[in-house]
């Protein structure tokens, strides 16, 4: 989460000519509307031209008399404090910001796509080179344990784990990326005698 000083907003007060001229000079979407510090919405290039367009004014008059807190959208597009990381993921789908706020709508930060690819890259050892080891398992209690038993015996020194496939009942998909060592073919012939169905091993 960027803190409220690394955060670019918007005062519900300022007229539209500013904030779109601000937009356009950083380059940026949209950005949070705040009224003192509580979050009341959002406010984009879009949002803009489309209030623009419904509203018989013109050009000029509009930009400058309008405000940000009149147009401001997505008034629920926000997310606590304390709420967990996979909750946030479809809030990203229409918008490319998130704001960040206490019980009380106070504006804390916010959190950016990039931000939350950068947890994905972060979760997958992207930025970190070793072996990744794709296979699937059977979904019986137990599996991940063994798996660990397995990593464990052959010293694999481990990089990230995700698992798919929450939904099947049959199978389930794991991505394991471990550093690489001159075990790893010794490794995966013991994940295939332990039931695991290696799908690929391949260094990145």
């Not at 955060?7 to 380059?27: G, H, I, M, Q, R």
């Not at 489309?50 to 018989?56: A, G, L, V």
């Not at 699937?136 to 464990?152: P, Q």
Request: proline content about 3%; hydrophobic content about 35%.
């Amino acid at each position: 989460m960027k803190p409220p000083h690394k955060s670019y907003t918007a005062k519900s007060s300022e007229p539209l000519k500013t904030v779109l001229s601000f937009l356009n000079d950083k380059d940026i979407d949209c950005v949070p509307v705040l009224e003192g510090r509580t979050f009341v919405g959002m406010v984009s290039k879009e949002a803009v031209y489309q209030s623009f367009f419904e509203k018989e004014m013109d050009k000029d008059s509009f930009l400058n008399e309008t405000t940000a807190g009149e147009i401001a959208v997505k008034k629920d597009l926000y997310i606590h404090d304390e709420e967990v990381f996979e909750r946030t993921l479809p809030s990203f789908k229409g918008f490319p910001v998130l704001a960040v706020v206490d019980r009380d709508k106070q504006f804390l930060g916010l959190i950016t796509r990039y931000d939350v690819l950068e947890q994905f890259e972060s979760a997958f050892g992207v930025k970190k080179q070793g072996v990744r080891i794709a296979f699937t398992s059977e979904e019986s209690e137990g599996r991940i344990e063994r798996l660990g038993d397995i990593i464990k015996s052959y010293h694999e020194n481990v990089i990230s784990l995700a698992t798919f496939d929450e939904t099947d009942k049959l199978a389930r998909r794991i991505v394991l990326k471990v550093e690489k060592s001159d075990n790893i073919e010794a490794f995966t012939k013991k994940l295939e005698k332990s039931g695991f169905r290696i799908l690929s091993v391949k260094e990145v």
